[in-house]
DNA sequence: GAATGGTGTTCCATAATAAAGAACATATAA
DNA sequence: TTATATGTTCTTTATTATGGAACACCATTC
């Protein structure tokens, strides 16, 4: 399992020139990354003659460039998953007027597949393609719900259960008790679990199998998306878009 | 100018990787890219240990991970052109009830950085990502009548005149000619030269220094977008979008 | 049931290749 | 001017990637 030692560190280069959109020196990578000078400076020619990177002749900064949009073109257009639950999340959206979320699982994490903003003011951090842990969030409860405990222990055994809010859910045993109520209730709650202000309440997108493959949520702040509205209202309208979604896909459970 | 090896080789194989959503054998990689198939196995392990790609384990057929999707993240949420353009391209696809597009040139050709889909029933085939040549688009034309001569030279000196259509513009001088005609008018349309049933106008996006940064564009069936609807209200609605959309992103000309 | 042709995977000797220190170039600041 | 920080280029060395060959594992096919 031996890796190649350049593709490696171009990648890892890649990963770092995510982080700043607005580009970033080469002096300053070699700290980041932990190579030298020269080193970068051949790595990033290869990526620039390629066009993943785009170097601002001004600023002497390096970026990514549209290539890897490019790349990711197909991604998710072709997902079924996505361009099934589109209609539904948007009406679910515009419903409740908050924003939305779709989510996968990879490699143990939450990535956000698909948003549907909410006109309201206070609009939430997150993009499409950004990660997220799963013991903090409820797209990351719910996906672990339908995953084999050899699984859900996998992912636990990797997770660091860092309090990001004083509601955080900081040990194993109380996340796996967590995802056992989620399993039950067939839905989940981020309730200011991962940022303070905020609420969420998440639910299971089942495939033809009976699988969770995805899970959609709803995200406002804890003044509008109150503990009141979730129970006389979210939870039903939730588990009313979780079953259509997943009807689409070819589910056929209850 | 000399590149790494690896690294050119790694990333061809994530550009052939991305044609395939469903993925692709490492036998039909060698084909496609020309190397032996253990560079190529070699390679893909490295690409599947940092998540650029995935194998699945199935059908050993292997695709592009969503590591591409992360890094492209912060890629357009923070470029101020599509944050400033989106609502503004909203309300016009609502109000003409058809696809609007938002490109950048790049690298000699367009690319998609947003799309707004209209409800109706022919959708086009394009994705934020994808890339179209410059001659016969009419957001490559706009883009290109804001280049210098030297640039404008530099893109058609490397532009293949493919006659898509009969429609296509095939000859450099005719090109420049057209080019012209757009800087005057102010607008260009793509009279079904890229796809006989399309036909499409667009207009130029400023910024601040009145310099061509972007293009917009109104795409739909040439039955729908005739060129009586053109010249009786979208040009004049095109003119008056460009004008919103530059004045919000500081332009200050007329 | 053996043989065939197609996969992906692993190994290894060899040569090609990437690495990094140093020297250079350029710009900005003291 | 000097000093410091930047990006760039060069060259030697040894590390590293390469690809042929062998292997393992399917499917078909005979």
Redesign the interface.
Known sequence: ?S??Q???R???I??KL??Y??GIQIARLTEQVGLTKSTIH??L???V????VVKDEETDKYK???????????????SSIVTTAKPYLEKLSKDVNETVHLCIE??GEV?Y?DKIESNQTIRMYS?????APMYCTGVGKVLLSGATPEHVDQVISKTEFIPKTPYTITSKEAFLKEIETVKQQGYALDNSENEEVLRCIAAPIYDHKGKIIASFSISGPSNRVTMELINTTLIEKMKQYSQAISRNLGYSGS
């Open positions: 399992m890796n190649v350049s593709i490696e171009a990648l890892t890649l990963n995510s982080e959109p607005d051949r790595l020619a290869t990526l003659s390629m066009n993943y990514l460039g549209l290539q890897v949009l490019f790349l990711s073109r197909n991604l998710l257009n072709n990879d490699h990535i597949i993009r499409i393609g950004s990660r």
